[in-house]
């Protein structure tokens, strides 16, 4: 079963006019694109997407991503990209807000700045839920209702605009998150253990079957990232206090669960798409860390 959804994908879930979709947009600036959020589909399916989305969400719902979920039940801000899946499952009839789709393109037509490379679009484990005030509800509301006023327009420059607006959201939510005075100051171990982290999330989440999992052990990651092993395995430990191994092993076990609950596929398809020879060593290895079966997980989900 397909976890992926493309902007095409997308539109026609939404059943948007096509006039909706931007078209003649000169190449170098990608997509982009802002609605009202009382005219999406009120679930969404688990799957990745290959589009960045910035959503202020007013309604109450469940977000789901990887083996958790969270309950969305006051105003928030919610950043989404290419390399986490989710789904979104509305709770209340009211769901109102505002959210803008957009490509990878669209905000690096000029050069990224490393401010947004420390965003919570780019950056995988920080938050990507922001709790907001009555205060920042109306600003974010706010710039959203410009992003309206300006797509509409006929000025030949209103992407350079549109990107200014998407910008100064991101940063009104990296004014929430807690402040990090060490950014792009840390050790040569701290730099390896954090290109480690980065190295081993960008795997997933595996598109089986046109993507399965390549590096499943440290050695596979000292030698994409040009160390010896035994320092990876070193610094790692030293700055994150778990082994390479069982930060790998964390994270096959995290996907495992997503594609048990979350796909039909077949518990053999999940451990080849893991990059287990065999059903039967992917059983061993998942009911070692989790003390269950991994069709005991798929029953308990019917």
């Known amino acids: 079963m397909e976890i992926f959804e493309n902007i095409n994908d ?3 879930r939404q059943q948007k006019d096509p006039s ?9 600036y990608g997509h982009f694109n802002v609605f009202e959020r009382k005219y999406c589909t009120s679930n969404s399916g688990y799957s990745r997407r290959d589009f960045y989305k910035v ?14 979920w969270i309950l969305i039940d006051r105003p928030a801000l919610l950043f989404s990209n290419p390399l986490i899946p989710y789904a979104w499952e509305a709770v209340s009839e009211l769901q109102e807000g505002y959210y803008c789709l957009f490509t990878e393109d669209f905000i690096q037509s ?32 706010a710039i959203y209702r410009k992003m309206i006023e300006e797509i509409n327009s006929e000025y030949i420059h209103k992407y350079d ?31 390896i253990s954090s290109l480690f982290m980065e190295l081993l999330e960008r795997q997933f989440p595996v598109d089986i079957p046109e993507h399965t999992l390549s590096m499943r052990s440290a050695n596979d990651f000292a030698r994409q990232l040009s160390v010896h092993v035994n320092h990876l395995n070193r610094t790692v430990k030293e700055i994150t206090g778990k082994t390479t191994s069982e930060h790998i092993s964390e994270r096959i076990i995290k996907e495992a669960y997503a594609l048990l ?3 039909d596929m077949t518990v053999s398809e999940i451990a080849f798409g893991l990059g287990f020879e065999h059903p039967s060593y992917f059983n061993n290895f998942f009911k070692k860390n989790t003390g269950i079966s991994p069709g005991s997980v798929r029953n308990h989900t019917k």
Do not use: C, W
């Open 20 to 28: 909706f979709q931007n078209k003649g947009i000169p190449p170098e």
């Open 55 to 68: 959503s202020l969400i007013i309604g109450d719902g469940k977000l789901f991503y990887a083996d958790k």
């Open 261 to 263: 609950n979350h796909t």
């Open 110 to 141: 000029s050069e990224r700045n490393r401010s947004l490379a420390d965003s919570p679009l780019f950056r995988i484990g920080d938050n990507k839920i922001f709790f907001l005030d009555e205060k920042k509800i109306d600003e974010i509301a």
């Open 161 to 191: 605009i549109l990107r200014n607006y998407l910008h100064l959201i991101i940063h009104e939510a990296m004014k929430m998150q807690v402040p990090n005075n060490n950014a792009f100051q840390g050790s040569a171990s701290e730099r």
């Open 10 to 12: 997308f539109y026609a």
